[in-house]
């Protein structure tokens, strides 16, 4: 069992910055692949980026390609989410999630981001 726990998220005007963690607890996280996803209101839940635990090869959702960077502090057993310039678009719930690889099993309990004028 992998308990996970995020935090970070705000309120920010466009083209600024957040920074959202992801802490995690219970079992190793060795072999497994972390991932952040987002859902707007009456929008479908998006894959945003994801690394492995074991090596850091990453990937993100074109979207934010060149905006965002997802990492990892192994020792810390927490995974970040840099967001820079934010748009409005970017606005919805941004939960972090673990999985061996094929699914995601466990998920946080989701942070809030708020991109306004």
């Known amino acids: 069992q992998v308990q996970l726990a995020d935090s970070g998220g705000g309120s920010v005007r466009p083209g600024g910055s957040l920074r959202l963690s992801c802490a995690a607890s219970?079992?190793?996280?060795?072999?497994?692949?972390m991932g952040w996803f987002r859902q707007a209101p009456g929008k479908e839940r998006e894959f945003v980026a994801q690394?492995?635990?074991?090596?850091?090869?990453?990937y993100y959702a074109d979207s934010v390609k060149g905006r965002f960077t997802i990492s990892r502090d192994n020792p810390k057993n927490t995974m970040y989410l840099q967001m820079n310039s934010l748009k409005p678009e970017d606005t919805a719930v941004y939960y972090c999630?673990?999985?061996?690889?094929?699914?995601?099993?466990?998920w946080g309990q989701g942070t809030q981001v708020t991109v306004s004028s």
């Open positions: 690394i492995r635990w074991s090596g850091g090869t990453t």
């Open positions: 219970g079992s190793t996280l060795r072999g497994y692949v």
């Open positions: 999630a673990a999985g061996p690889g094929v699914t995601y099993d466990y």
